[in-house]
């Protein structure tokens, strides 16, 4: 199991497509993304340990501190999502 901790500013920004197939480009248990949400919503993710979880009613504006490698498309409704690294 990775020990990455985000500790760190992002140096990196991509737009996220959710997808129930694909992860978050460049995302990996080296660089695990944490998520900015421009349009709330739930957002449906799985973890950087491997766990699915949806978080409801994210609020616009909403940075999430948590790690994650990719964004799923099923229960996702929020949008304008952002991935840092």
Do not use: C, W
């Not at 990455?4 to 248990?29: E, H, L, W, Y």
């Not at 949806?54 to 616009?60: A, D, I, L, Q």
């Amino acid at each position: 199991m990775p020990t990455n901790n985000i500790v760190r500013q992002g140096f990196k920004a991509i737009d996220v497509t959710p997808s129930d197939s694909t992860d978050i480009t460049g995302a990996d248990a080296n660089n695990p993304a944490a998520l900015y949400v421009g349009n709330g919503g739930d957002v449906e993710v799985i973890t950087l340990n491997g766990d699915t979880v949806v978080f409801h009613s994210v609020p616009t504006g909403t940075f999430m501190p948590i790690q994650v490698t990719r964004v799923k498309a099923a229960n996702t409704t929020a949008t304008d999502i952002v991935a840092l690294f």
